[in-house]
């Protein structure tokens, strides 16, 4: 692998697993066993080597948040865009962790986010609006947007509502692969009121493999 | 009015307009028009102004979020509690604009806001439960758990996806009354799918009052 490539892959899981905040590229360097002045070749700063990872987390959202141009939606891609959607929370979880943070710090980062806001939200629409065509979902257009803007405000929100609620740093990490997982059942939950009949038992399964039954989780919440 | 509570009063109020990382106590005094000294002299640090204000949010929060003990819900009942939602949104925005950050500072308050959520969400929980013994909801236990925590996602976010998609800060500000309208229009949206027929005209009255149509809002995002 390049070493560009090291470096953003390596920056990538440190972000994930102590939040950006507490990474500085010396951090970065140290755990790549590289120069903090090869670093600085590649990266000129840190919020460089995060605006390069927003990118690829934009492009990877961009290319499966799109309707196939040649064919009706399946109830099997619906799956597919629950998965697709907690691949890219889970592995840029660090980005929408502190997000008001790496907005505030950078005002090109800060417009590029509104352009991907802006862009993904109008793919998500079409998402809907295929999946209704294809008689999955039956919503009409403004519940189309309610519903939409509501899902964009859960999985954006998702990893920052888990930092917010977790009280111990030093105990399981606050953004656990089950707790992501359990966002996508919240997910599931706001788009089955509008599921047409069909799928139910599939659904059933999905919401219980997302929902992690036995998995330490923050959820004591309601007890 | 005595001046702790001019200087509580004072803070939230800058807090809210500019947010809580740009004001200093200097300012709250500046504002109030008292000494720097006087401030100290009822609260050591910015830190126990917020953490006063938020204990005020969470009694305001506490003392709507209920289920009177001795007669059923009512419709009227319902709209109540969104508009006291919003209330506390509005009045409080400065809190969830950017918990991360005031979690961060002070551990007190991140303990204090932990209880909080629980306590918030079993108390909305008691009320979803109480529409639904009153015949206004239909939903079973683990739709109800989704519904509340979704709930409890969107209005906690809701001011931190306004910021975030807020461009320029000189223009309107990103946290207008309007646009924390729409996040209880978004809320409407969420419980609509399990509401039981009989209001629907109701129901499209009061979205058509938090949507705020003709207003300035940033949800020019979908075209």
Known sequence: MKTRDRILMGSLKLFNERGERNVSTNHIAADLDISPGNLYYHFRNKQEIVFELFKRYATEVGAFMAVPPDRQLTFTDKIHYFEATFKS????????????????????????????????LRSGKSVLAGLRDAG?????????????????????????????????????????????KRGIYQLIALAEPFATPGHEEDVLALKAEYLGKGVSDPFTLFR
Chains 1, 2 share one sequence.
């Open 89 to 120: 929370m889970w592995e840029y979880r660090f980005l929408h962790r502190d997000l008001a943070h790496l907005l505030a710090e950078d005002d090109g980062l800060r417009k590029a986010y509104q352009s991907f806001s802006q862009q993904t």
């Open 136 to 180: 999955l979902m039956e919503i009409d257009d403004e519940q189309m947007d309610a519903l939409m803007l509501n899902i964009w405000v859960l999985v954006t929100s998702w990893a920052s509502f888990l930092q917010a609620i977790s009280v111990a740093s030093d105990q399981e990490p606050a953004l656990s692969e089950a707790k992501i």
